[in-house]
């Protein structure tokens, strides 16, 4: 028997972990669906529309989970149905043009889609993380919500990027042994939300948040990655 407070062995990734991906009908969020299908992960796409979702889960070969992020009911349900996940990827995300100072400003919204909906789904599956010990949690942020790179974009979005970016921070010190939690920015990439004239594909973009939904025992956690490498905060 191990003496007390003696740590076990380091509990490895499941051979096929499941892993959530919110707002994963189009876009980045697609991408990164298809990704870890091709790494053998069983893997839900999350989406408020769900004809929409249903078709992009059968073009990636994964299944479909009715998720709005402005519903906390829908998020309950995603995870009480599935017994929580191995792999959360936080990346629906809106973005508005109102000033903060606007009447017709989208802060709440934003807030509540960018931040709380993903402190929602982290609480939620913890229960499958204590009990399994290996977890990962990718946060998809931005560098106009980095303070490094002058908190910009329009609306609320910048806001609650750095708000995304504050919980990834702050939250090594709270989550299980074994689960990691990280932020990245993808890029600009060729999406509705990232134009025409972006000059990243949704592929591209994708590869980082993959990377670290997949991270090795001994890779970092609480930390802002664009291309594999730490940025500022």
């Given at each position: 028997m191990a003496a007390a407070g003696a740590e076990g062995p380091p509990v490895t990734r499941p051979l096929h972990p499941t892993a959530l991906v919110t707002g994963g009908n189009r876009g980045i969020g697609l991408a990164i669906c298809k990704a870890l299908v091709a790494r053998g992960c069983r893997v839900t796409l999350g989406s408020r529309d769900e004809e929409r979702g249903r078709k992009a889960a059968a073009e990636a070969g994964c299944t479909y989970a009715r998720l709005d992020l402005a519903d906390p009911d829908s998020c309950f349900d995603a995870v009480v149905q599935a017994g929580g996940f191995d792999?959360?990827?936080?990346?629906?995300?809106?973005l508005g043009e109102a000033s903060l100072l606007s009447p017709r400003s989208d802060f709440a919204e934003a807030m509540e889609v960018m931040v709380q909906g993903p402190l929602d789904l982290i609480r939620l599956n913890l229960p499958h993380w204590r009990a399994g010990g290996w977890g990962r949690v990718v946060n998809l942020s931005s560098g106009l919500g980095a303070h490094a790179e002058g908190l910009g974009g329009p609306g609320a979005y910048g806001v609650a990027k750095a708000a995304l970016n504050a919980l990834t921070r702050a939250l090594p010190r709270d989550l299980p042994a074994g689960v990691k939690i990280n932020a990245c920015c993808p890029?600009?990439?060729?999406?509705?939300?990232?134009?025409?004239g972006a000059p990243l594909t949704p592929e591209e973009g994708a590869d980082t948040p993959v990377w670290l939904a997949l991270l090795p025992e001994d890779g970092p956690t609480g930390g802002f990655f664009r291309n594999r490498r730490p940025i500022g905060w």
């Open positions: 792999i959360l990827v936080n990346n629906a995300g809106m890029g600009w990439v060729k999406t509705r939300m990232g134009g025409a």
